[in-house]
């Protein structure tokens, strides 16, 4: 995957270029990420990328001229049939099946704002999709962008090794849109806390049953609308008997009768 980022902190993305998964991505070229300056376009002395908005009000908005420059050299590298994305919060919500789509695409442009936003012409001629990781407010659009790249590159072939691949995670395989079970390693005690003794009994069937009825029972527990998405593609009949006993098990928990 191609991808080019549009920000005026190009040095913020050096958190995923050169750590961790993304980082590997990045060495191994199975992931390209070229920041792209908007303010190496402006021909000004001051290399001014900003300025006040019309109708008066307090903040400045990104000048369209340094932006279309910068998109221009951004598409010459990616390709010129990228994906245009803008990060904001008046963007669609960020989703695991939004995510698998846009890592199906080669090439994508990234568009971090800051200031009070873009003008909304750039929006209109340049840009196809936007976007947003959440429902606030951050000073710009790079850590989004950093979020979205991330949630990307492990979607890409050969990123993840088995050990931890990405069908075994919350989102997808076998817990699609659930939350993900406990997970414990040593000691077997830490502070009188035992780990649950199903997951010391080698039995793998067993194990399989305890986690999906974990995952089952906090999404029932904490985000009861993801399952209510599960139960309209079809809850299994397993599935119904193991959140069954897992609220049975948890019924006098106060955590769940108020
Ligand atoms: C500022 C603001 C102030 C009062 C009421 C609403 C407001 N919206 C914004 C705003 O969108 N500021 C942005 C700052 C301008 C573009 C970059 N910035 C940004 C992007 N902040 N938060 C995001 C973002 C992007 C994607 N998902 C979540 C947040």
Redesign the pocket.
């Known amino acids: 995957m191609q991808l080019a980022v549009l920000t005026l902190f190009p040095q913020m993305f050096a958190a995923i270029t050169e750590h961790g998964v993304t980082g590997r991505a990045v060495r191994e070229s199975k992931l390209t990420l070229t920041p792209v300056n908007p303010r190496d376009f402006t021909t000004d002395r001051h290399g001014t990328v900003d300025d006040r908005p019309f109708g008066g009000g307090p903040g400045m908005v990104m000048k369209i001229e340094p932006l279309a420059k910068a998109l221009a050299s951004a598409k010459s590298i990616v390709g010129e049939d990228a994906l245009v994305v803008y ?5 669609e919500p960020l989703t695991q099946g939004l995510v698998d789509e846009l890592a199906q695409r080669s090439n994508v442009v990234l568009i ?7 003008d909304e012409r750039f929006i209109e001629a340049e840009v196809h999709r936007e ?4 429902d ?6 790079e850590l ?1 962008a950093m979020v979205l790249i991330d949630a990307m590159a492990r979607k890409l072939p050969g990123v993840l090794g088995h050990q931890d691949s990405a069908t075994q995670d919350s989102f997808s395989g076998e817990l699609d849109n659930l939350l993900d079970c406990p997970h414990y390693t040593r000691p077997v005690e830490y502070a009188g806390r035992h780990v649950p003794d199903v997951l010391l009994s080698g039995n793998h069937e067993a194990i399989r049953r305890w986690r999906l009825k974990q995952a089952l029972g906090r999404t029932w527990q904490r985000r009861p609308e993801l399952l209510q998405a599960r139960r309209a593609a079809g809850l299994c009949k397993e599935e119904d008997a193991l959140l069954a006993e897992y609220i049975e098990e948890h019924s006098t928990d106060k955590s769940n009768t108020e």
């Not at 990060?87 to 963007?91: I, V």
């Not at 976007?131 to 959440?134: E, L, P």
């Not at 606030?136 to 659009?141: N, R």
């Open positions: 990060l904001t919060p008046q963007g971090a704002g800051r200031y009070e936003g873009i976007i947003s990781i959440g606030y407010v951050l000073s710009g659009g989004p």
